[in-house]
């Protein structure tokens, strides 16, 4: 095989016998697989310790560490990896006692080299269906649905238009906004509303991720290309197999990798980390960012071809402050996750809780309002989340009056009236000054005063 061809999978073999070790490697390594032989079960082991390994196929009576133990060792270290043990005629019953202790299939010596190949064939196949089988149940257990983009205001609004425009297609999706303002809810949504729905969702975080090991996260590497690669390991693209990859915090991406994503978007293949020649993908890229990419454009730290190339079809998550209509829609989304997930009965926030949430300026946006919601659930202990149950830092938020009346609606409309109105009186109905005080744009500053009848 040449070094520059993605190995089909990694195999361990373990086999004392040095005619059948070598006569097996050999045949392996011709079918393209990449192979270490040892000689020994304590050499398995080690293996198993210090390498990524797909499949190991292990004799059960070995000097020292019998077959068994290399799979014990496997299961413990290893879950990952699938154990086919090889036995003579005379100890069936061990390889059958062997399958029930979790290896996934066992073969008869003297070796057939056709099934050995059929078998092996097999068991890497179903071991990605496995992987890919539980991703998806990762992300089914999430209880995806349309509801997760919660809010009725009309940002929210076009950003679910645009969600149900674009996830039909397989175009490159841009997502922007402030950190915490559901980005990745949104991604999600347009995974979960396209043709790949079935397939692999995979989210990676760009800035969280060390240079020099991002590279062999998303596009793989062959074995020997760096300290540290021990064997081939297959990236992130490879993996995702006709799914979608959600690049989180784009804009942190060195310039290098810019390179080679460019490609993989383009011509729809990767190089692996030591590789010289090109893999095929099949992936849709979603990305992410709350740093103004163009401004990294301009500044020489992002390329303008991969910018366009990303923002093919854009889409800006407002953030929570110019959206306080949807808190109480969000509000009581949490307290249902929270409620399944706790395994509490709250009904909802009290009205004097409402107005101090109301009244937040919410910096983290979504995924701080789901914190405090869910901090509060843990210490309350009624029926309904009380100002007390709330952070010590948004407890002395409730200082205006209580609006008349009991609907939750008409309360929140009556303080945000309030609210809007004193700050209006603050800027001397200078409404660019009171925008800006507010923390929203000067547009929703105009809609809210129209939607609220503010005179």
């Known amino acids: 095989m040449s ?43 080690a293996a198993l310790d210090s390498q990524e390994i797909d499949l190991v196929i292990s004799d059960l009576r070995m000097p020292g560490a019998d077959g068994l133990t290399v799979l014990s060792h496997a299961r413990n270290a290893s879950p990952q990896t699938f154990v086919l043990l090889m036995t003579a005629h005379a100890t069936v019953e061990t390889a059958v006692e062997a399958l029930q202790r979790g290896a996934q299939d066992y073969l008869l010596k003297p070796l057939i080299f056709d099934d050995v190949l059929h078998k092996i064939s097999h ?22 649905d349309f509801d997760n983009l919660v809010g009725r205001s009309g940002a929210m609004r076009d950003v679910m238009k645009l969600v149900q425009r674009v996830a039909p297609t397989k175009s490159t999706v841009l997502i922007t906004g402030e950190s915490g303002a559901g980005k990745e809810v949104v991604a999600r949504a347009i995974h979960h509303f396209s043709e790949q729905r079935d397939r692999i969702f995979l989210p990676v975080n760009c800035g969280a991720i060390p240079e020099n090991l ?21 990236g992130l693209f490879a993996r995702a197999r006709g799914g979608t990859i959600f690049l989180d915090e784009i804009g942190d991406l060195p310039l290098g990798l810019q390179v080679k994503l460019l490609r993989a978007i383009e011509q729809k293949e990767i190089l692996p980390v030591g590789a010289t020649t090109p893999s095929k993908v099949d992936v849709r890229v979603i990305a992410a960012t709350n740093s103004d990419l163009a401004k990294a454009v301009e500044d020489g730290r ?21 959206r306080r209509e949807d808190l109480p829609l969000l509000i009581e989304h949490f307290v249902r996750i929270h409620n ?25 946006n979504v995924r701080e309002l789901d ?24 407890q002395g938020d409730a200082t205006v009056g209580t609006p008349a009346g009991d609907d939750l609606r008409e309360a929140m409309r009556s303080y945000e009236k309030a609210h809007i109105r004193s700050v209006l009186l603050k800027a001397d109905h200078d409404k660019k000054r009171a925008a800006e005080l507010l923390g929203v744009s000067l547009s929703s500053l105009y809609r ?8």
Not at 448 to 455: A, G, N, P, S
Request: aromatic fraction near 6%; charged fraction near 25%.
């Open 302 to 322: 992002f390329r303008e071809d991969l910018f366009y190339r990303l923002n093919v079809v854009g889409i800006e998550i407002p953030p929570l402050r110019e």
């Open 448 to 455: 809210k005063i129209e939607e609220l009848q503010i005179t």
């Open 214 to 234: 991002l590279e062999s996260q998303l596009f793989g590497h062959l074995r020997g290309s760096f300290t540290g690669a021990v064997a081939n390991q297959e």
């Open 123 to 144: 068991l890497l196949q179903h071991r990605q269906v496995a992987w890919e089988n539980q991703m998806l149940r990762n992300q089914v257990a999430k209880q995806w």
């Open 3 to 45: 070094a520059d061809c993605a190995p089909k999978g990694s195999i361990l073999i373990a086999e004392d016998e040095t005619a059948v070790r070598e006569s097996l490697a050999e045949v392996l390594r011709d079918e393209g697989y990449e192979v270490t032989a040892v000689a020994d079960g304590d050499a398995a082991i």
């Open 340 to 364: 399944r997930e706790l395994k509490r009965n709250f009904k909802g926030v009290d009205g004097a809780t409402m107005k101090i949430l109301m009244a937040s300026p919410w910096k983290g």
């Open 371 to 394: 914190n405090v919601i869910e901090h509060a659930m843990i210490l309350g202990e009624g029926d309904w989340i009380t100002p007390a149950d709330l952070p010590r830092a948004l």
